[in-house]
């Protein structure tokens, strides 16, 4: 059975989008974390505002 290039890039794509918000979100999560324990003292931290890091993450998830 041959698998046509369109059903293998949805396949991809299944795939890869779905594991890039799962690491992004856990990163922001980690960075939560790391912020609420006072280990991050700064408001923003690589770009990111804590909140908007939050929301994405909430979103994310």
Avoid: C
């Avoid at 979100?25 to 939560?32: A, E, S």
């Avoid at 700064?42 to 994310?60: M, P």
């Amino acid at each position: 059975m041959q698998v046509s290039n369109a059903v293998k890039f949805i396949i991809l794509t299944e795939i890869v989008f779905p594991t890039l918000l799962l690491v992004f979100g856990i990163y922001h999560g980690v960075m939560q974390v790391l912020y609420r324990s006072g280990v991050i003292k700064a408001e923003s931290f690589l770009g990111i505002d804590y909140y908007q890091g939050l929301t994405l993450h909430g979103v994310i998830n």
